[in-house]
């Protein structure tokens, strides 16, 4: 889910950085700071939205550079556990699909692209035995986040489904209203 979140944080502007009006060097270093920071609290920052307040800076003895209370708002994307996302195919393998979210890819194992037997082939396709489905890169796709790991901070983990009602390739979703009508 994507969330605004406040921040107060303690940011430090290098001497290099004097010749700038404050609030302009404060913000440039926010936004290095916290450019594609991940974190199992915050989730992963997408964006610097504002500086809210920037308090009185203070030089620590030794350091030379002025640090600044500041307060400021992040956007974040911070995946939670049955969250049903959209996303877009990014690459298949024999093991299952890996799908992008924006800020994050998931992986969907083979076992749960469909209710269905499915078999890869060379061409980077999942195909179902009994249902002609055929999952392929590019397509877009609606799942469910079933695991979320941050365990290796740098590389968060996140597993999905598709096997539930209402998840899937978005042209699969379309198939009973299709029926229905026809029918």
Request: hydrophobic share 40%.
């Amino acid at each position: 889910m994507f969330y605004k979140t406040e921040v107060t944080d303690h940011i430090r502007v290098p001497p290099d950085m004097f010749n700038l009006p404050v609030e302009e060097a404060v913000v440039k270093r926010v936004k290095k700071k916290y450019d594609g920071y991940i974190s199992k609290d915050l989730g992963i920052v997408i964006d610097v939205a504002e500086v809210a307040e920037i308090g009185e800076g203070i030089i620590i003895p030794g350091d030379g550079a002025p640090y600044y209370a500041c307060r400021f708002n992040l956007l974040t994307f911070k995946p939670e556990m049955h969250e049903v996302v959209l996303g877009r195919i990014k690459d298949i393998a024999d093991f299952g699909a890996f799908i992008n979210l924006g800020p994050i890819d998931g992986m969907i194992h083979v076992s749960q692209t469909m209710d269905d037997f499915v078999s890869f082939s060379k061409e980077k396709t999942l195909t179902g035995k009994d249902s002609k489905r055929v999952l392929k890169v590019g397509d877009n796709c609606r799942a469910r986040i079933i695991a979320v790991s941050f365990k290796d901070i740098q590389n968060p983990k996140l597993g999905l489904t598709m096997r539930q009602a209402g998840l899937g390739k978005l042209e699969w979703l379309e198939e009973p209203a299709k029926e229905a009508k026809n029918g």
